[in-house]
């Protein structure tokens, strides 16, 4: 089925706030998993990184990515939009900073250092349960 409101609607409810997930990249052959903190906002999921994480240079040889969390799982396109603080960044970043309030300033990001990145994951294929019903999607 294609992404629709109602879809939208369940991943909104569920994710569109902070939520860990995990997050599969393949460097060489070999996946690798991480929790991530994420929010999901219309489609696709955003992560506030560090480009010289590892996760960053896996996605950046290879963008195709895979998520997992809360009964859902999918795949997609992982992109990095830049410094957090990019003008393009602001809506979103505004979205991310009260999704993370409880910790984003605790030292634990810099938005200072220019390395601190925003993560999107353009979602393009998953599978949602929920309420004892199953949604193939499709998000292209």
């Known amino acids: 089925m294609k992404h629709n409101a ?13 939520s860990l997930i995990a997050l599969a990249t393949v460097e060489d052959g070999i996946p690798h998993v991480r929790t991530v903190d994420a929010v999901y906002v219309g489609g696709a999921f955003y992560v506030v990184t560090y480009s010289l994480s590892g996760k ?18 999918a ?12 003008p393009e960044n602001k809506k979103i970043m505004d979205i991310l ?5 409880s910790w984003y300033d605790n030292g634990h990001t810099n938005e ?4 601190t990145c925003l993560l999107k994951i353009s979602l393009t294929d998953g599978v949602l349960f929920s309420d004892g ?3 193939e999607i499709d998000f292209t």
Request: hydrophobic share 40%.
């Open 6 to 18: 109602q879809t939208d609607q369940i991943l909104s409810d569920r994710f569109g706030k902070d």
């Open 56 to 73: 960053m240079q896996q996605i950046a040889k290879n963008p195709t990515v895979a998520i997992c969390g809360e009964w859902f799982t």
């Open 75 to 86: 795949h997609g396109v992982g992109e990095n939009l830049g410094h957090v603080l990019l």
């Open 97 to 101: 900073r009260a999704a993370f309030a």
């Open 112 to 115: 200072a250092d220019p390395n």
């Open 133 to 135: 019903s199953r949604y």
